[in-house]
């Protein structure tokens, strides 16, 4: 009992752990100086300080002093401690010192140090084990004996007893320090498992930050990519529109102008008439015959001529009106399809490099069962031998390629299907076998490929197939390709643009595109 007060006087009060740098208030009480530090600061707040044990006030921050004697104390058991290994638990029979203990005996249920242990009884039920103050942990809860065994079937330890008399009886045991150093052996077995699964558990989570990453900077790339794009639309539009207007607003002002004048000159032809009519309205009112006679020559003259000249003066301004011309509504629109046009071909210049304009076959590479149109866009199916020479180049099946390969760079193309027949469309490798099944598109490394067949579609590389997931309508096609970036992406053109497909790979030669066709035929839209 002496010894476990001794052990409870060397804890402190605020951790409840064994001292360290024992530190000594004015009222006696002992605190760890990493306890009691912190405990005063707390406290300078309100500018009294008290001890947290007995309470005792303080009217200045308390001089903190080192308990000499303690500390020596709690460095020499620190030591024992880490010499013995004991963790704390001592001797149960050493009444009047604080010794560690370096064993416990689960039949005695007694803490035993180095001294002790020797005097102690070497029988076979004396088992001895580590330090540990758990002793009924050890015992069989219904022989109250030592727990020696472990049977297997249970997974539970048992004693003796157990064996013999109790329902373990026929149970496959083994003596329990066999069992543990199998257990061991298991649990070190799975953490090494454990381990390597973490490791690439913690991989797996770099790629996908990585991935995530990229993903970012790609997207903030290709947004800022985007609204450059949108503004130097809108500064295109804009001129276009000005030009459009400014080319309405001279026509306006050209017809406006001959207008004005034709006026001009109507509005002074409506004075000297109101003029005459006034005249003659004069003469009307005279009652001298002789006056009225005499002026009659002059004013009807002027009358007749004037009648004679109106219809001249209509002609001329009429054809003044015609010169300036109506306004060519058709012209304004052809104005501006092709300013638009202008705009979208820059467009897609910027984003694919490319037009699908550009992409024709190459006749050296078709097999002898597909015909070749005079335009190089469209390769039909075709059950008659076309009898074309025999070169390494040429497929043996319905197969063609592109004349133009793509090392680098955006592209993309448009291509048109038959709703009936079988089809290919992708790209290969220069160096993709031309004869024998893996030849076709996809069934080799060298080539990926949109197929077509039974009604079915699937995207095809190194012989491993994929089924587009939704249905397909369509019988247009994008592909497009940006090779530095190791992308091929198929997508369906009905109505809005709907993807079906990116392939990711690392392109290690130039590529052509690749059409194959049965039954029907496969064009190449300009």
Known sequence: MASADFRYEQNCSICLNTYTDPITLRCGHIFCRGCIDPELDTQQESGVYTCPECRKRFQQRPTLQRNINLCHTAECSSMFHEDHGALGIFCTYCINSIVPAVKSCLLCEASLCESHMKVHSKSSEHILSEPTTSF??????THKKILEYYCSKDAVCICVSCIAFGEHKGHFVEPINVAFEKKKDTLIHFLERLTIKKKKTEKRVKTLQKQKTDVQEKAADVT?????????IREQLDLLEKKVLSEIYNWEEQVSHTVSNLIQQLEIKKDELSRKMFDIEELCHISDPVTVLQGRGSITDEFYDCQEGDEEDREREDKKVHEAGDLDEG?????LHAGLADIMTGVKRGIYASESLDILLDLNTAGNYVAISGDLKTVSWTELNQCRPETPERFQYCQVLSTRRFASGRHYWEVETSESGDWMIGVCYPSIDRKGVQSYIGNNNKSWGLCKFNNEYSVIHSSDVSQISHYVSSQSFRIYLDY???????????????????????????????????????????
């Open 136 to 141: 009924g942990k050890r015992k069989c809860s």
């Open 224 to 232: 800022k990519q985007v609204n450059v794009l949108f503004m130097d």
């Open 331 to 335: 012209l304004i629109l052809a104005a």
């Open 484 to 526: 530095e970036a190791g992308q091929l992406s198929f997508y369906e053109l009905q109505g809005s643009t709907r993807h079906l497909h990116t392939f990711s790979a690392i392109f290690t030669e130039p590529l052509h595109a690749v059409f194959y066709v049965w039954g029907d035929w496969v064009r190449i839209k300009s």
